[in-house]
């Protein structure tokens, strides 16, 4: 696995492994997938899987062949074929797993995948690291010029190729673009060449990365993959407000979350009757109002009623009436078969046993101490305390007593 300290500074670069992200183990990279094989020897009479994955900047992988006599490992790495020239990444997965990557996303081992040339030396490492930091500067020149030519579209990311011959830029935008114009300027600016490449709004999401309403990292940017289409139809099903700033995400786009649950919902809701159930009573006719799937509870309101409270029916009662309803049949009321709500017994209540929620706890805590100051050797009554023999004590001379204590401490030091 990763390190154990792979948490992630303000500049977003690992803290853990001092590598800015190109640990040997490849633990720092989001889209990792764990090689439980790893370590396990290969049965005889089998050849080891020749194509390996790397990965690039962000999420960015792809499948390369190593060749016959040459070894890889994760973590090394390498000069992969690109075009044009040679690019450079980490190997991420090698082995049997690589096989069941290639078949999980659909692609084919033929004689067009590329092929790793060599493992990277220090001189490519260095051009490569040099490459790498120039993106930054890079994205912020490129926005101006793409301000300059008053285009709608979005530069997201860029992303130099590991020998700094090209230079692709990540774009979303809601039309089509002409660029030739800016891929003029983008060229003769950065001196390099230049690929436009558009993408999603889910896909820049990925590629930014971002924290979620829930707490944690965007599912986009961790461990989701494919990015399936959703509807409102997913949060009707789910009974949530149609609000669109709380069903969107970081992208604008709906919340890819609304499908993780989707399918329990639609077998939850399969049991119940459809929404426009009408039951028949001899006070009226009432409609449906809500539901509560995990309660099995359906809630009717009487239309000649619409100010009343609606009556809450357990799902078995419900299908009792309709069915009495099918026959001709009615009941008196609703209210014989509403559910009666439980009261919380009193060792579950919330009590405020030191008065820590009074809003007012704070107004007249000095007001006290003075006044317990003032009254300090007296009773309740204000007169002076009474000795042993039942004569009053007068209090003047351990007030000047405290007095001269205190007068002493002022001028001399604290004791230590």
């Known amino acids: ?5 792979c948490k992630k500074g303000p500049d977003g670069k690992p803290m853990g492994c001092r590598s800015n992200g190109n640990c040997g183990n490849c633990g720092c990279d989001v889209m990792t997938v764990f090689d439980w094989l790893e370590g396990v020897p290969i049965p005889e009479g089998q050849r080891a899987f020749d194509i390996v994955e790397v990965r690039f900047k962000r999420n960015r992988k792809g499948f390369y062949r190593i060749g016959q006599g040459r070894r890889v490992q994760t973590g090394d790495v390498a000069v992969v074929d ?29 004689h067009e995948i590329r092929k ?16 790498r930091n120039r993106e930054d500067d890079t994205l912020s020149k490129a926005r101006l010029i ?28 809601e039309q089509r673009v002409d660029f030739r114009e800016l891929l003029r300027a983008l060229a003769s600016a950065f001196n390099v060449r230049i690929e436009m490449r558009q993408i999603g709004a889910r896909q820049e999401s990925a590629r930014l990365g971002g ?13 989701l993959t494919d990015f399936r289409s959703v509807s409102t139809g997913a949060a009707r099903y789910q009974q949530l407000s149609l609000n669109p700033q709380k069903l969107a995400g970081q992208c604008g786009k709906l919340k890819c979350c609304l499908n993780f649950e989707l399918d329990q919902y639609k077998e939850a809701v399969a049991k119940f009757p459809p929404p426009s159930t009408k039951l028949m009573t001899r006070k009226g006719k009432a409609g449906h109002f809500k539901t509560d799937i995990f309660g099995d509870q359906m809630w009717f309101q009487y239309f000649d009623e619409p100010g009343a409270s609606p009556v809450p029916i357990g799902l078995e009662d419900v299908r009792n009436i309709m069915e009495m309803n099918a026959r001709g049949e009615k009941p008196d009321d609703l209210q014989k078969f509403a559910i009666l709500e439980e009261a919380a017994p009193e060792d579950a209540l919330y009590g405020d046993v030191v008065g820590q929620d009074d809003l007012n706890r704070f107004d007249n805590k000095g007001g006290q101490r003075r006044k317990s100051g003032r009254g300090r050797g007296k009773k309740g009554n204000g007169q002076p305390r009474a000795a042993s023999d039942g004569k009053p004590q007068s209090n003047q001379n351990g007030g000047d007593k405290r007095r001269s204590k205190r007068r002493k401490g002022r001028g001399s030091a604290p004791k230590t």
């Open 116 to 131: 790793v040339v060599r493992k990277a030396d220090m001189n490519d490492i260095t051009v490569w690291q040099a490459a």
């Open 1 to 5: 696995m990763g390190c154990a300290s």
């Open 82 to 110: 690109a075009v044009p020239g040679e690019d450079m990444g980490i190997v991420s997965l090698t082995g049997e797993l690589v096989r069941a990557q290639m078949k999980a996303k659909r692609v084919k081992d033929t």
């Open 146 to 173: 793409v301000a300059e030519h008053k285009l709608d579209m979005k530069l997201g990311d860029v992303e130099f190729q590991g020998d700094g011959t090209k230079c692709t830029f990540y774009y979303t935008a």
């Open 211 to 223: 924290i979620g309403v829930c707490g944690r990292e965007l599912c986009c940017s961790t461990w």
